[in-house]
């Protein structure tokens, strides 16, 4: 049985050195790379197998390119991981419609859980802050775009109670893949109110540090919301 060794292009060559660096720390977060010419007499390619090589890097996430400086590395994030699965998420959205069910009951799972542990750790400040995250949305009523960012906030706010830094990041993620279909949503007579006073219970129950009640007022807001999306073609 033949176990033929592929060719590997120039530029992927480059790569695997210039992230060897990055990951022993000889190029840290927030350090510059070399510049494209520094890069070509260290490896003796051409221009072409370094740009690929650093637009690479760019997709991937671990560099940023500013148009005339040298590419920068990126210090990583819980947002930023997330961030680089939305692409492929919302294309299996858009393509395989069994996913949007799929992503509705990871949603509910994980609210939930997110729900019932700010009911258990958060303090008088972060309750208060949910609270003004209500008003604020309140107030953002006129403005449908400026409404639904305020829902996912309201939403995020919660998750980061937890003191994860990657549940926020996934609650959002989720929140801005289905979003397409949840503009109609808010449209329907009467929606913006009842999700005041969803969000409105949840808070109620987080303050009086009732875990059950607030995992409970979460399950039943986002299941409200997923009959509604039940009854919308995916696009």
Same mark, same amino acid.
């Not at 801005?176 to 129950?205: F, K, N």
């Given at each position: 049985m033949?176990?033929?060794?592929?060719?590997?292009?120039?530029?992927?060559?480059? +790569?695997?050195?210039? =992230?060897?660096?990055?990951?022993?720390?000889?190029?840290?977060?927030?350090?510059?790379?070399?510049?494209? /010419?520094? +890069?070509?007499?260290l490896?003796?390619?051409?221009?072409?197998?370094?740009r690929?090589?650093?637009?690479?890097?760019?997709r991937s996430? *671990?560099?940023? @390119?500013?148009?005339?400086?040298?590419?920068? %590395?990126?210090e990583? !994030?819980?947002?930023?991981?997330?961030?680089? &699965?939305?692409s492929? $998420? =919302?294309?299996?959205?858009? !393509?395989q419609?069994?996913?949007?069910?799929h992503?509705?009951?990871?949603?509910? *799972?994980?609210? #939930?859980? #997110?729900?019932?542990?700010a009911?258990? /750790?958060? !303090?008088?400040?972060?309750?208060a802050?949910?609270r003004?995250?209500?008003?604020?949305? /309140?107030?953002?009523m006129?403005?449908?775009?400026? *409404? &639904?960012?305020?829902d =996912?906030? *309201?939403?995020?706010e919660?998750?980061?109670?937890?003191?994860?830094?990657i549940?926020p990041?996934? %609650?959002e993620?989720?929140?801005?893949? $289905?979003s397409?279909?949840?503009?109609t949503?808010?449209?329907?007579?009467?929606?913006?109110?009842? #999700? +005041?006073?969803?969000?409105?219970r949840?808070?109620?129950? @987080?303050?009086?540090?009732?875990?059950d009640?607030?995992?409970?007022?979460?399950?039943s807001?986002?299941?409200?919301a997923?009959?509604?999306?039940?009854?919308?073609?995916?696009?």
């Amino acid at each position: 049985m033949s176990e033929i060794i592929p060719r590997r292009k120039l530029y992927q060559e480059v +790569l695997d050195r210039l =992230m060897e660096r990055i990951r022993s720390g000889q190029i840290p977060p927030g350090a510059q790379l070399p510049s494209e /010419r520094e +890069l070509m007499e260290l490896y003796g390619v051409g221009r072409p197998a370094v740009r690929e090589a650093l637009q690479a890097m760019e997709r991937s996430g *671990f560099v940023e @390119i500013v148009h005339g400086e040298r590419a920068r %590395v990126i210090e990583p !994030t819980a947002d930023r991981l997330i961030a680089q &699965i939305a692409s492929g $998420a =919302m294309h299996i959205l858009r !393509t395989q419609p069994d996913m949007l069910r799929h992503l509705k009951e990871a949603r509910v *799972f994980l609210e #939930t859980s #997110t729900a019932r542990m700010a009911a258990e /750790r958060a !303090t008088q400040e972060q309750i208060a802050r949910l609270r003004e995250s209500i008003a604020q949305h /309140r107030a953002s009523m006129v403005n449908l775009e400026e *409404f &639904i960012e305020r829902d =996912m906030a *309201f939403h995020r706010e919660i998750a980061d109670i937890s003191g994860n830094p990657i549940f926020p990041s996934i %609650v959002e993620s989720m929140f801005r893949w $289905a979003s397409e279909y949840y503009q109609t949503l808010v449209r329907a007579p009467g929606a913006e109110e009842l #999700t +005041l006073a969803e969000h409105q219970r949840i808070v109620d129950a @987080i303050a009086l540090h009732d875990a059950d009640a607030a995992a409970e007022a979460m399950r039943s807001h986002l299941l409200r919301a997923n009959e509604l999306y039940g009854q919308l073609s995916v696009h």
